[in-house]
């Protein structure tokens, strides 16, 4: 029932549009969420001390940020694949490795992020990036490929 819900055409749409919203919450980050670390990072932070951060401030943009790319990363995966069931154990992975990486990335930086930086700026990257969705997509194609082989 769902493989015929979208035309391939109104497939390559929608994932081509869900796709552009990740690079608009890209290009305007500076303007939509607090992180004192998207300048830092830029600049040549080896030298330079952490900056200054209000940790539920950071949290909370954090999360949303999180929120939003995961949200549109499962309707990628949904759109390419039309599979609930991919879409629900995405579900469950972007939720877990949220709290993971959230936790890594405050214990982090509130434990030893001046000697961690480089640590701090990879967890980081994971929460702020759809980096996950890089990853699922040749997994699930693979994970469909070898249901039909078999």
């Known amino acids: 029932m769902l493989k015929n819900r979208f035309s391939p055409k109104i497939s390559i749409a929608l994932a081509t549009l869900f796709v552009l919203l990740l690079v608009l919450i890209r290009t305007y980050e500076d303007a939509l969420f607090y992180d004192p670390f998207l300048d830092y990072f830029k600049s040549d932070y080896y030298n330079l001390p952490l900056p200054e951060i209000h940790n539920f401030q950071l949290f909370t943009s954090i999360f949303f940020r999180y929120f939003l790319n995961s949200i ?48 701090l700026f990879y967890v980081r990257r994971f929460l702020i990036q759809p980096l996950f969705l890089l990853l699922f997509l040749p997994a699930f194609y693979f994970q469909k490929q070898n249901k039909q082989n078999d």
């Open 72 to 119: 549109l990363s499962l309707a990628i995966i949904f759109v390419v694949f039309k599979d609930v069931d991919a879409v629900k154990f995405a579900s469950f992975l972007y939720l877990l490795f949220f709290v993971i990486l959230v936790v890594a990335f405050f214990f982090i930086l509130l434990r030893n992020g001046e000697t961690n930086k480089m640590n």
